[in-house]
């Protein structure tokens, strides 16, 4: 059965957060019995050296290792890729180079999602993720104002949070994370971007009610992903063969 | 990086179970930093005909489709696999035999989880699992006396509150298959094997006092992933090519 519509995801960073994406596609499909459920084949393989770290200046790059993974996909006849981690998209134009299937951009689908916004967006990220400036540049392209943490917050609140939820501490992860987004909000922001899968993760665990007004770039993804889906279910099988990025519609 | 440990997931039977397994191996893992997880690769492509109707006679057979699942995921470099679907392990001999990765069998691993038991043992599957055997024969050649669920007992109790969950009414569902444990109580179980995706679910919404007695064997699959991950991990990577059917050591 080549060339059917089959979803690609390039997992392990980190592997509950892949697992979380997989969960909620589940849950956002209009599914009545098995067989309308999207087909996925999820590279969840966390033996890729560490991305912040590597963009901080330490260790190897885990680019070879993603790029394992992406030929991998490709020979499982992944038509579309997705990367449900925000850092990795650091890597992506090398990655969607590599790839004879389209990817789908996190941060295009994160957009698509926002829609217009009436105050400034709050973005809580990696180092790495903001340094790699993809939400920045896509939102000052709209002409929306955003607002990043300070040094000090990521240092003494993103970091330790993000790896508390690495190790599967969600209380203390979230207790951590809701105090970047309260200090995003002090700071203007009206509405936040979870721009970094452990976030959305750890404020659901202490039930924050920061989750109001923030948006879920992997949720984004999953309705990324339903769209394609649903194109390509009501359109006769594409040939498997394409190149480089795909369009998301919104 | 060929010839790594890596799990093959032959998923899509159903969906949300496959990914409830994912989520189950992942919490279990000992792991202080992603790359201590558990390398998986998921084939979770839902788009395989029914078990349970081409079990009752009706409808196209899903050996093709599964055989292609395993065929990607030996593509992909899998090292072991396993299927998180008790119905399905009826096709478990022909998918072995057609895999140079050795399957981990659902049924042994929930034996090895049983361990010694002092009383006869209930089964709680459908009536296809049930058909199959694949419970009962282990049972005996340990000469462990076993009770299953009457016809009635199927009809009135299992069936709708397996398709109660199905639509996401746990409360319903926990009670209907409470009704199931506390029939095989009364012919005598002092332990239950909950050997339908659904029942573990339903019985932790109704808080049933019989998860105390009751071996999950998704979570006995985990753990026999994690013995192969902890065996393989400490030792020199292993050649790919085994074949046919992989001891799972208690």
Redesign the interface.
């Known amino acids: 059965?080549p060339h059917?519509p089959?979803i690609g995801v390039l997992g392990?960073?980190?592997?509950?957060a892949t697992?979380d994406f997989?969960?909620k596609l589940?849950l956002a499909t209009p599914a009545g019995?098995?067989?309308?459920?999207?087909?996925?084949?999820?590279?969840?393989?966390?033996?890729?050296p560490?991305r912040q770290h590597y963009l901080a200046g330490h260790g190897d790059s885990p680019l070879p290792?993603m790029l394992?993974g992406i030929r991998?996909l490709n020979?499982?006849?992944a038509t579309r890729i997705v990367i449900p981690c925000n850092t990795a998209h650091h890597w992506f134009d090398a990655l969607a180079a590599a790839s004879p299937a389209p990817l789908l951009h996190i941060a295009d689908a994160t957009l698509a999602a926002l829609g217009a916004s009436d105050g400034p967006v709050g973005i809580i990220a990696s180092r790495g993720a903001l340094q790699s400036g993809l939400y920045q540049q896509r939102l000052a392209a709209r002409g929306i104002p955003y607002v990043l943490p300070s040094e000090a917050v990521l240092a003494q609140a993103f970091t330790p949070g993000c790896?508390a939820v690495?190790?599967?501490a969600l209380q203390l992860g979230g207790e951590l994370l809701q105090q970047v987004g309260e200090a995003l909000r002090q700071h203007g922001a009206t509405r936040l971007i979870l721009a970094c899968t452990e976030v959305p993760l750890a404020l659901a665990a202490v039930n924050s009610p920061l989750q109001a007004i923030s948006i879920d770039p992997a949720q984004a993804l999953v309705q990324a992903v339903l769209r394609y889906w649903q194109q390509a279910g009501s359109a006769a099988p594409e040939p498997g063969a394409g190149s480089g990025r795909a369009t998301v519609a919104p």
């Open positions: 059965m059917s089959l392990g960073m980190g592997p509950l697992v997989l969960h589940i019995r098995d067989q309308e459920h999207v087909a996925t084949v999820t590279w969840n393989v966390p033996q890729i560490d290792a394992h991998q020979a499982a006849g790896y690495k190790r599967n």
